[in-house]
């Protein structure tokens, strides 16, 4: 039943928002140079590499001129995709990943396999659903990159940020019913707007 609402959702998204995503992806390759999106590489269900789409929201080959992920601050967000970012806007194609399977609706949100290399036996039980493009995790780290400041930031990431997280995830997942799905969304979009 989950699969059918992801597709259905999915479907009904990228059909809807049709015109607003290609206002988006006009948006980001008129105000920076490169493509409108970006594919990042992530582990989804059982371990599977995946990619990840998202509007680009930082300069052309960001990913070789600093960290995996952004920190307060980050000078390579373009104007444009600081607004993305600021509304969620730029996670919008992984309605796409959605609808071919990578990805659910509400999950474990998908991480880089650097970061997975981290996990104990016991976190990698996030690792057995699909992932996600909303979590509790995501919902209470809304603006994560503000905690990461300072030089140690990825130390900060790795041994408090992350582990909450998984925690969160873990938690979500042992009580995970279709109406907590239901809230997680409706928390998603309070969050978003708020």
Known sequence: MTRFVDVLFATLGLLTLSPFLLVLAALVRLTSPGPALYRAQRVGKNGRLFRLYKFRSMMIEAAHLGPGLTTAGDNRITPVGRWLRRFKFDELPQLVNILIGDMSLVG??????????????????????????????????????????GADWE????????????????EYLQTRTAFSDLKILWQTALAVFR
């Open 108 to 149: 474990p949100r998908p991480e880089d396999p650097r970061y997975v290399a981290h996990y104990t036996p016991e976190q990698r039980r996030v690792l057995a659903v699909r992932p996600g493009l909303t979590s509790p995790a995501s919902v209470r780290y809304r603006a994560e990159e503000t905690l990461l400041a």
């Open 155 to 170: 130390a900060v990431y790795l041994q408090q940020i992350l582990p909450d997280k998984l925690r969160l995830e873990l």
